[in-house]
C-alpha cells in the first residue's frame, strides 16, 4: 500500500512522525532516549491527542434542536449538514474531527504498545501499566470511532456488518480495510480485560486510565452489545472503585463547580473536540429534552441557560455546562453513567424495585430537598423506562444520546422517527423537512471523503 494513502487516514499521525523527527533530534543532545521506558510516560500524559473523543453526536441527537433561523444561517457547513442527516457532513477539503482525532489516539497507543515492552530503564510492573494504558486509551478511540460510523450493534449482524479500519501497530502501511463490527468490539473487550488487572485503583489524574476505568468502559461497551449481566458486573466493579456523586446542591446557590481534573465524578476524563460554547454553534435543546428534565431538576438550573445569553436572535435554552466550567464536555465514564448502567441492568433483568434504588441513589443529588421526589414502583412508567429518562436528563449533550438512539431503535417498544425542519436556504442544505427512520443508514456518520479518496479499501458505509 502506497505510505501516502496510509497517512491519509492518519492525518494527525503525520504530524506526529514530523514531532518524532525533532525528538529523535533531541536524542543526539543526549537529553532524551526515545528508548527510554519513562519517555512513555511522556507521550501519555500527551491529553491535547490522548483526552479527545467527538463532538459531532451531540448535533445529530434528538438532544438538540436548531430551530431559529438566525442560527441556522450562521452554523458552519458541517454542522448544517449533520444536523440534517446529509450523506456528506465534510467535503473533499474538509477534516473530519471525529475520524482524525480518534485515530491520532490510536497511533499514539499503537506506539507505546510496540514499542514499551523493549524499553530501557523501567520495572516490568512500570512497562505493563504503560502498556495497559495505552490499550484503555485504543479501546475508547474504537467505541467512538464504531458507534459513529458503524451501524449499532446486533449480535445477528454484527459479524457482517463493516465498522472501521482496526489498527493495532504503528505501521504507516497497515492495511485500512474496514473489519467486522464484531471483530472490532471484540478488539475493545480484549483490550480493556487485558489492562484492568495492570492498572493501579488509584490514579494522579482522571485523565489517566486506572483500574475503574477499564471497568466502566468494559460496562459501556456491554451495555452497547446488550450483554446485561456482564455490563452491570463491569459497572459494579467500578463504582466498588469509585463511587462518590457530585451533590448539585452544593452549587446551586454559586459556589465554584469543580474543574474537570477534580471532579470527583469522572472515572476517565475525555473530552469533546469541539466546543459548542458560543454563537452560533450553541447547543439549543429540544423541547423533548426540556420537557423531560423539568424546571426544579437541578440539572435545568445548572447546566441550561436561555439562549438569549448568547444571541438576541436565539430563542429557547441551551446546553450551559460548558459556559459554567469554561471547559469541554466530558464523554469519558463517569460515576454517574455506571448507576444508570446499572440500573438499566436492573429493570432488564426482571429487577425493578433495585433499579429504582439505584436512581434514587443519583437522583436525591440531583434537587432540591423540597422539590425532591423518589420514583417508586407506583409510578405509570415502567422501570426500564424511567431509566432510560434518568439516563437522557443525566447526559444530555455528552454524546450518548445519539448512540442510545441507534441502539434503542432495534427495539420496536422504543423506536422513534425523527423529524427536522430546515428553514435557512444555503448551498449545504436545502431548505424542507428531513425524516430519520429508526435503523436508517443515516444512522452512521459518512466516513470522511479524504481518507476514502486515498485509500480505496474503505469502502463507502452509505
Not at 499514539?108 to 501499566?129: H, L, M, R
Not at 485504543?138 to 445477528?156: F, T
Not at 476524563?269 to 426544579?296: D, E, H, M, Y
Not at 417498544?413 to 427512520?437: E, K, N
Amino acid at each position: 500500500m502506497p505510505l501516502l494513502r496510509s497517512l491519509a487516514l492518519l492525518a494527525p499521525a503525520a504530524l506526529l512522525l514530523a514531532g518524532c523527527q525533532k525528538y529523535v533530534d533531541i536524542k543526539t543532545q543526549g537529553t532524551l532516549v526515545p528508548s527510554e521506558t519513562s519517555n512513555y510516560r511522556l507521550l501519555l500524559n500527551n491529553t491535547g491527542v490522548l483526552e479527545r473523543s467527538v463532538s459531532v453526536p451531540d448535533i445529530t441527537s434528538d438532544d438538540v434542536e436548531l430551530a431559529d433561523l438566525a442560527q441556522q444561517r450562521a452554523v458552519p457547513n458541517y454542522v448544517a449538514r449533520a444536523y440534517a442527516w446529509q450523506p456528506a457532513f465534510y467535503d473533499g477539503t474538509e477534516a473530519d474531527q471525529d475520524w482524525d482525532g480518534p485515530y491520532a489516539t490510536i497511533f499514539y497507543a499503537n506506539t507505546v504498545a510496540a514499542e514499551v515492552p523493549s524499553s530501557t530503564g523501567g520495572t516490568d510492573a512500570t512497562k505493563q501499566q504503560l502498556l495497559a494504558e495505552a490499550q484503555v486509551h485504543r479501546a475508547a478511540a474504537y467505541l467512538a470511532l464504531v458507534n459513529c460510523y458503524a451501524k449499532a450493534y446486533n449480535s445477528g449482524t454484527a459479524a457482517a456488518d463493516l465498522g472501521v479500519p482496526l489498527l493495532l501497530t504503528p505501521a504507516v502501511n497497515a492495511d485500512l480495510t474496514r473489519q467486522s463490527v464484531q471483530t472490532v468490539y471484540s478488539q475493545i473487550v480484549q483490550d480493556l480485560q487485558a489492562a484492568a488487572p495492570n492498572l493501579p485503583t488509584t490514579v494522579p489524574f482522571n485523565t489517566q486510565p486506572g483500574r475503574a476505568a477499564a471497568y466502566a468502559l468494559l460496562a459501556r461497551t456491554y451495555l452497547l452489545t446488550g450483554d446485561y449481566g456482564l455490563a452491570r458486573q463491569n459497572a459494579e466493579a467500578a463504582l466498588a472503585i469509585q463511587s462518590t456523586l457530585v451533590d448539585l446542591n452544593s452549587y446551586a446557590s454559586g459556589a465554584t463547580y469543580p474543574r474537570r481534573i477534580n471532579d470527583p465524578e469522572i472515572i476517565l476524563s475525555k473530552v469533546a473536540n469541539t466546543q459548542f460554547i458560543a454563537a452560533p454553534t450553541v447547543l439549543r435543546l429540544s423541547p423533548s429534552l426540556l420537557t423531560l428534565l423539568g424546571t426544579t431538576d437541578l440539572r435545568y438550573t445548572l447546566f441550561t441557560r436561555a439562549a438569549t445569553t448568547v444571541s438576541t436572535s436565539y430563542t429557547g435554552r441551551i446546553f450551559a455546562k460548558e459556559l459554567l466550567t469554561g471547559e469541554p464536555r466530558n464523554l469519558g465514564p463517569s460515576v454517574p453513567e455506571m448507576l444508570l448502567i446499572k440500573a438499566e441492568c436492573q429493570a432488564r433483568q426482571n429487577d425493578g424495585a433495585g433499579a429504582l434504588t439505584t436512581l434514587n441513589a443519583l437522583r436525591v443529588k440531583r434537587f432540591r430537598a423540597a422539590n425532591y421526589v423518589p420514583l417508586t414502583t407506583a409510578n405509570a412508567r415502567t422501570p426500564l423506562q424511567l431509566v432510560l429518562d434518568e439516563r437522557r436528563r443525566e447526559l444530555f449533550c455528552r454524546g450518548f444520546r445519539w448512540f442510545d438512539q441507534k441502539r434503542l431503535n432495534q427495539d420496536a417498544a422504543f423506536a422513534q422517527t425523527q423529524t427536522r425542519t430546515w428553514q435557512a436556504t444555503t448551498s449545504v442544505v436545502p431548505a424542507g423537512t428531513y425524516t430519520l427512520a429508526p435503523g436508517a443508514n443515516r444512522y452512521l456518520f459518512p466516513i470522511p471523503p479524504i481518507p476514502q479518496r486515498l485509500n480505496p479499501e474503505i469502502v463507502s458505509n452509505l
